[in-house]
């Protein structure tokens, strides 16, 4: 018996490599996608382009995404959980450095779905390795610290934007090297990594996962919309309120350390709630008081700081506490294609929200920023209070 609770304990142990491996990959994109949101933002800003272009530009990584999550299992089926994210690494290096040769505004677009798949790919992969490989017991602590890490990385992309500008080679190059430094622990782990084996009808299944949770798979759709509607245009933003380059990068990095210093907390708090539903509802109310009170605040760079700093860590925790809801009713393959289920809602707001804020600013000026993010947040508290009056009703 002595034996079997010493191996018992020695596979947890050994279960913290893969996690780390999964984590450190998925930073990767925290990285890419705090870095080069903004940069890319501001140089088709410098170019002349407007709000709208910017956003439909942007908005391709969201169709990209949604391309690329159907795709995930079966890659991983066919070529192994590690080979494939490793492949996917060195696919959205390579195509994030295409920006920079790219000169035509066309080039962008198939550079903006390559990346993006990639990117994609990596994510779905990751949570799932994550998820499979955390302890039952601690995996609202292993998701709580997964959600901080990918935190901090796009904390840490707004401030290397800030520190290197985006002109030159610099920012691209930075990027490249990080992200092909992330290999090693990938590889490294790779005798850890979770199998997926073919379970029948998988479409059936994928598609199912987005009716099945309407209120947490919601969360991740307003989630990607915010995120990546909100830090693409967020500098363009900056800018017309009358802040410099480096000032409205510092900004984004507050809303990055509220995510950093939030997302354990939060994730702990929502193992205590017999309904999540509540927490992810409180989440969203934050995020369009936030909305509410950014135009009164933004002439002042440290108020607006804060209410970026509470508003970023509530706001993210939309995707946190629905994932840690998903990961607790599913395992196994239904788990790896339920996280497919819930990054396509992810990229579907990644299409929607840099449009509807891009034209939200060219047809209200920089008022239609904020307007347009907290129609968002209106719709998810409206959808949240419905389904939970409606299970009061059945129960």
Not at 376 to 393: D, K
Request: proline residues 5%.
């Amino acid at each position: 018996m002595d034996r079997s609770v010493d191996t018992e304990e020695t596979h947890a142990r050994m279960r913290w490599l893969p996690i780390s491996a999964a984590i450190a990959s998925i930073s990767v994109v925290g990285i890419a996608i705090g870095l080069g949101m903004p940069l890319l933002s501001v140089i088709l800003e410098t170019r002349g382009y407007s709000a709208s272009l910017i956003g439909l530009n942007t908005a391709v990584a969201g169709i990209a995404s949604i391309v690329g999550a159907p795709l995930a299992t079966p890659l991983a089926m066919r070529f192994g959980v590690v080979w494939t994210m490793a492949a996917m690494i060195v696919l959205g290096a390579l195509a994030f450095m295409g920006f920079y040769f790219a000169t035509a505004f066309w080039m962008w677009f198939p550079l903006r779905v390559v990346l993006h798949i990639a990117l994609t790919v990596l994510f779905i992969l990751s949570e799932f390795w994550i998820s499979s490989s955390a302890p039952p017991h601690r995996r609202g602590f292993v998701l709580g610290l997964y959600a901080t890490v990918l935190s901090l990385g796009f904390a840490l992309g707004p401030w290397l934007f800030s520190r290197l500008g985006s002109g030159g080679f610099a920012p691209f190059g930075t990027v490249f090297v990080l992200v092909m430094i992330a290999l090693v622990p990938v590889v490294a782990a790779w005798r850890q990594s979770p199998d997926i084996h073919p379970t029948g009808d998988e479409s059936g299944h994928f598609l199912r996962y987005i009716w099945l949770v309407p209120t947490a798979t919601a969360a991740v759709l307003v989630f990607g919309a915010v995120e990546t509607g909100g830090f693409a245009l967020f500098p363009v933003y900056g800018a017309r309120s009358g802040y410099s380059e480096g000032d409205a990068a510092l900004l984004l990095t507050m809303i990055g350390l509220g995510n950093v210093l939030m997302q354990i907390p939060i994730g702990m708090l929502s193992d205590r709630m017999p309904d999540r539903r509540y927490l992810l509802l409180g989440c969203a109310m934050v995020g369009l008081a936030g909305m509410i009170f950014l135009p009164a605040v933004v002439g002042n760079w440290h108020l607006m700081a804060a209410v970026l700093f509470v508003w970023g860590g509530m706001v993210a925790a939309l995707y946190t506490v629905g994932l840690a809801h998903l990961g607790s009713r599913l395992s196994g393959h239904e788990l790896a294609n339920a996280n497919a289920a819930f990054v396509l809602c992810y990229g579907l707001g990644m299409v929607l929200g840099p449009q509807a804020i891009g034209i939200g600013m060219d047809l209200f000026g920089n008022e239609g920023f904020a307007g347009a993010l907290a129609l968002f947040f209106l719709f998810y508290i409206v959808l949240a209070i419905t389904r939970i009056a409606m299970s009061r009703r059945r129960s």
